[in-house]
C-alpha cells in the first residue's frame, strides 16, 4: 500500500483512527530554538586548538545531487523534506542548518529511516520507495515536517562521537523543545548510542555513522529511525 496524503497516512494508522486536526494539534509545540538542556556533552575550547570551520548541514546534504535512488544510507528524502520546509517558510527555525556560523549537532535520518517510519505507521508489510516514502511525509503537511525536522536538531553545542559515547543519561533539548536521552549501550563491537524519543512503543534509533561534517561548527550523526515528538499509537 502506497500512502501520499496525509488523509491516507493517519486512516492506515495502527491502533485507532486518529484525526488530523488532533495529529496538528500534538505535533503543534514550540519551534524556537532552545539551549542543550545538560552540559555533559558539552566540549569546551581549549587554548590553542584550531576554530572549527563553518561549512553548514545544507551545504553537506545538498551536495548529493542523486536524487531518490536505491541507497538507504544516504539522505536524500531528508534533504528533500528540509528544501520543502524552507520553500514554504524562508524563515523558519529549520534555516539554522544553512548557517556554519551557528554551532549545533543534528541526528539526521538516513532514507531507511523514513522507509521504515512510513511502514510502521501505515502497517504495510513492504517499505515504500523513497519518492513514496517523502510523499507520505510531506503529505503530513509542512508544519508538521518542519516539527519532525526540529526534532532532530540540538542546537548550542557540537557534540561529536567521542562527546556522546559519555554521555549516557543526559537530556537534549531539541530545537523544537522538546528533549531526547541519550542512551548509550554496550555491545560485542563496544558502544552504541541511541536516542530516546517521545514514542514509548517503538524501538529507540541509533546512530550508524558518527561526526558527517567533522571539524565544523555543525555536525550530524546518522540514525536508522525517525525520532518521534509524540507517542503514536
Avoid at 29 to 58: E, F, H, M
Avoid at 96 to 124: M, Q, S
Avoid at 222 to 230: F, H, K, Q, S, T
Wanted: hydrophobic fraction near 45%; charge should be positive; include cysteine.
Amino acid at each position: 500500500m502506497v500512502v501520499t496524503t496525509v488523509t491516507d497516512l493517519v486512516a492506515s494508522t495502527k491502533g485507532s483512527p486518529m484525526n488530523i486536526a488532533r495529529l496538528a494539534a500534538r505535533l503543534a509545540v514550540a519551534t524556537t530554538a532552545a539551549a542543550v538542556a545538560t552540559t555533559a556533552v558539552a566540549v569546551p575550547a581549549q587554548a590553542g586548538a584550531k576554530q572549527p570551520g563553518t561549512r553548514s548541514l545544507a551545504a553537506v546534504l545538498t551536495a548529493d545531487k542523486s536524487g531518490f535512488d536505491r541507497n538507504s544510507r544516504d539522505f536524500d528524502v531528508l534533504t528533500k523534506a528540509v528544501l520543502t520546509v524552507l520553500q514554504a517558510k524562508p524563515d523558519s527555525p529549520v534555516k539554522v542548518l544553512t548557517d556554519g556560523t551557528v554551532a549545533l549537532t543534528a541526528f539526521v535520518p538516513n532514507d531507511y529511516a523514513f522507509r521504515e517510519l512510513v511502514r510502521d505507521i501505515t502497517a504495510a508489510r513492504k517499505l515504500p520507495g523513497e519518492k513514496a516514502a517523502f510523499d507520505a511525509v510531506a503529505g503530513l503537511g509542512v508544519d508538521t515536517v518542519e516539527d519532525v525536522l526540529l526534532y532532530h536538531v540540538v542546537p548550542g553545542a557540537t557534540i561529536d562521537r567521542k562527546a556522546a559515547l559519555k554521555a549516557d543519561g543526559a537530556d537534549l533539548t531539541t530545537a523544537l523543545g522538546a528533549t531526547v536521552e541519550v542512551d548509550v549501550k554496550r555491545c560485542w563491537y563496544g558502544r552504541d548510542v541511541r536516542l530516546v524519543d517521545a514514542d514509548t512503543s517503538d524501538r529507540n534509533a541509533r546512530v550508524v555513522r558518527y561526526d558527517i561534517n567533522k571539524g565544523n561548527k555543525q555536525i550530524a550523526h546518522a540514525v536508522d529511525r525517525v525520532l518521534r515528538p509524540i507517542d503514536l499509537p
